[in-house]
């Protein structure tokens, strides 16, 4: 079984700190993880991949298979970046993905 | 492109009542895929169809069955519905099955069981 763990329901910082926020999973075969943003009154969006390597809006992620975890990082946030955050784990088949629980990142002026 | 697109928009039914969504994908794409999102919560994955087939599907009960157009548009049936089937119901497509490639989610129909 498969399974992602958003530990944090709400994380809340000031404009230009930096922001952390955390993802672990749980799967048998070789991961494939991803972030989801949802802004306000849009859609759910994909962020970034971990097979990509690419920073989007400033963010990164690294997985860590030994630690089985898939942290969203961001030196600096933008009041901008507020909006509900969603780690999501693809199985090798390439079928079905799994949601974390989402964690609500609001960033204060 | 309109990119993928769901209706209704809201939904209101009542309890032991059936309902059917509906979800047409972004173009050029031919796999769709269903999830339940229960407020607060992270969506769920309910199942997949390409090729007009259920090629895999979440831990949900049998009362959630779902079919797959030659047009690739994709519809939602709900039997016996209960309260808690309340929830946002996405849709999501991609244009290959099997790889992972982005998917597009469309902006969800609500459905409210009363």
């Known amino acids: 079984a498969q399974r992602v763990t958003q530990p944090e329901k709400l994380l809340s910082v000031f404009k230009g700190a930096p922001v952390e926020l955390k993802c672990n999973y749980s799967y048998s075969g070789s991961p494939e993880l991803f972030w989801y943003v949802q802004y306000s009154r849009q859609r759910l969006q994909l962020l970034l991949r971990h097979i990509s390597r690419e920073s989007i809006k400033g963010f990164t992620a690294d997985l860590n298979k030994g630690e089985t975890s898939f942290h969203l990082k961001k030196p600096f946030a933008q009041e901008e970046d507020s909006a509900m955050y969603y780690c999501a784990l693809l199985n090798n088949a390439g079928n079905m993905l799994t949601f974390g629980g989402g964690t609500r990142l609001m960033v204060k002026p | 492109d309109a990119g993928v697109t769901q209706s209704p928009t809201h939904l209101i039914k009542t309890r032991g009542q059936q309902v059917t969504l509906r979800c047409s994908p972004k173009?050029?794409?031919?796999?769709v895929s269903w999830y339940q999102q229960a407020l607060g919560q992270g969506p769920q994955f309910i199942f997949q169809y390409y090729e007009e087939e259920e090629r895999q599907r979440g831990n949900f009960p049998d009362r959630f069955s779902g079919h797959q157009f030659p047009n690739y548009s994709s519809e939602l049936n709900v039997n016996a519905l209960l309260l808690g089937d309340s929830a946002l119901y996405l849709c999501?497509?991609?244009?290959?099955?099997?790889?992972?490639?982005?998917?597009?989610f469309g902006p969800g129909t609500r459905l409210t069981v009363t």
């Open positions: 999501a497509s991609a244009p290959v099955q099997g790889l992972s490639y982005e998917q597009y």
């Open positions: 173009s050029g794409h031919d796999t």
